[in-house]
């Protein structure tokens, strides 16, 4: 029996992973288009249409309310965010660095991390009061265990002989850090940083539902006490379009900047 | 001229150096020729600071100030240590103080890399990254340079141009004295000044080989006169390692094992 002969006409050139930049967008706008059509066949008043839900995002943006809370809230999620990714690149990089130092944090580190939120904010409402102060501390003791957990492990992953290349030409500390340990732990700080956000602002809302008369939380407690669901999806959609803001301002164009050089055609 | 003393250096419990000395004159090119796990790449780390664990001495010629010594010593690794997230010209620039960046143009020019300066090492040749490598070790204008076998894995007429260009170097900076690695016998004598063939437990100058130092002198002829002589040597010392440095690999593993980083001062 004869072999098929193989079609050199079949033979293609590998694709592009060039994706079309409207394609994106796209695929928020499929998701709004699904709502639409759930909506219109559900009871509006469990799931409005999410024009209703604009509607009351803009009547709130008009009395002023939005920006009211909108800016409570962003303002306990960046001195949090930036508190957390402070102390959580500390003290991974010592642990990673520091193999008797790791033993002696690990079990602790293991508990922080299992210790429920919820758990945290109640207890330093109870032991602080209800103030601003415990409000920020409970959600910064919540997130650091996982930026230390990932940057231990980016310590850890440090080429050691970029090491001894910066001891034989006796660079200084500073430029050290700054050229030779921040580009290797650069993916590490993206993934911290980018689950970070993505955690903090829900813990912040839950802290701000338990014991803050401003702030996204406190708004969603009372649309909640009134069933107001276009109040809540307002809200929510609110504070998901400015963090969706965040990755295509910040963290993409950091991350794609960071990353340049591992592209092979890269002059 | 540099001196190094060694009174006693362990690694995994075996004394590798014991008494052993080593001198190297201003301008000359030393080679250290032997089998693996003799501690070549070890003596390398000692001169270079990598490695402070051992008993002796490390000296310039008398009387020199250590901190007048500050990046007088360069390395040129096995493997091109380049950082791939900076460009060519980058990586030059992280060895030399901003003042001294004019240096890089007129070097990448020299080095024939005039047109890579902006590239990412990893659109580099393994060829081109070990003449930026090389490169980096000059730009900081040393007075010692270290190469663990810098030309090993290269294709033969890459490798033969990289020597030529280091002869030219040699030439041009006739004060800097080379240590120089390899496991090559015949590119030993090509460059060296001077050989030394180490072996044994603990390890120890087995043979010395000096030669003319004109690299003129070291035709075919020459080289067919002496690389059967100095092969023979090396076959007789990596055959008695055979049988009675069993432990050189275990060795060459320690050397390799990886310590933890420590962002210490320069």
């Known amino acids: 029996m004869s072999q098929p002969v193989p079609s050199f006409s079949s033979v293609s050139a590998p694709k592009s992973d060039r994706l079309n930049p409207s394609l994106p967008p796209l695929v928020l706008l499929g998701l709004l288009l699904c709502w639409q059509a759930l909506a219109m066949a559900l009871d509006q008043r469990l799931l409005p249409t999410p024009e209703r839900v604009l509607v009351t995002l803009w009547q709130q943006g008009q009395s002023g309310e939005l920006m009211l809370h909108l800016g409570a809230t962003l303002a306990r999620v960046g001195v949090s965010f930036s508190l957390a990714m402070l102390l959580g690149v500390l003290i991974g990089m010592a642990m990673g660095l520091n193999p008797r130092l790791n033993r002696l944090l690990d079990p602790l580190l293991v508990t922080m991390l299992n210790l429920p939120a919820l758990v945290v904010i109640i207890l330093l409402y109870i032991w602080l009061g209800m103030s601003e102060l415990a409000a920020v501390l409970a959600v910064v003791i919540n997130k650091v265990p996982n930026v230390a957990v990932t940057l231990r492990e980016g310590a850890r992953c440090l080429d050691p002989h970029f090491r001894e290349l910066v001891q034989v030409y006796r660079i200084g500390r500073y430029r050290q850090l700054r050229e030779v340990v921040l580009p290797q732990l650069a993916p590490y700080l993206l993934i911290a940083a980018r689950s970070g956000l993505a955690l903090i602002w829900k813990i912040v809302l839950v802290v701000e539902l338990l014991g803050r008369s401003n702030g996204v939380g406190f708004q969603l407690h009372l649309a909640f006490q009134m069933f107001d669901v276009p109040m809540i999806l307002a809200y929510s959609m609110a504070f998901i379009l400015i963090v969706q803001g965040i990755e295509w301002s910040l963290l993409q164009p950091w991350e794609r900047r960071q990353q340049r050089w591992r592209q092979p055609e890269a002059q | ?266």
């Open chain 2, 1 to 266: 001229m540099i001196q190094l003393r060694i009174d006693r250096k362990q690694y995994a419990g075996q004394t590798l150096f014991e008494n052993f000395e080593l001198q190297l004159q201003p301008g000359e090119l030393l080679c250290l020729l032997g089998p693996s796990g003799c501690g070549k790449t070890t003596l390398l780390n000692l001169i270079a600071g990598i490695d402070k664990r051992f008993d002796g001495q490390l000296g310039w010629s008398a009387g020199s100030d250590p901190a007048a010594q500050a990046k007088t010593i360069s390395y040129m690794f096995q493997q091109p240590r380049l950082l791939p997230w900076r460009t060519v010209s980058q990586n030059l620039a992280l060895v030399i103080e901003p003042d001294q960046h004019y240096r890089i143009a007129p070097l990448l020019a020299q080095m024939g890399l005039a047109e890579r300066a902006d590239s990412y090492p990893n659109s580099l040749s393994l060829g081109m990254a070990r003449r930026v490598a090389l490169a980096r070790c000059l730009i900081v204008e040393p007075e010692l340079i270290l190469m663990d076998e810098p030309f090993v894995s290269l294709d033969p007429p890459t490798a033969q141009e990289m020597r030529q260009q280091l002869q030219q170097i040699r030439q041009l900076r006739p004060q800097t004295s080379i240590l120089f690695v390899t496991h090559d016998v015949r590119e030993a004598l090509t460059l060296a000044d001077r050989i030394l063939l180490l072996g044994g437990t603990p390890t120890q100058v087995l043979h010395r080989w000096c030669g003319p130092l004109e690299p003129s002198q070291r035709d075919a002829a020459f080289l067919a006169e002496q690389e059967p002589r100095l092969l023979d040597h090396y076959r007789l010392v990596a055959t008695e390692g055979d049988d009675t440095n069993r432990s050189g690999q275990d060795r060459r593993s320690a050397e390799n094992r990886a310590e933890p980083w420590r962002i210490a001062s320069g």
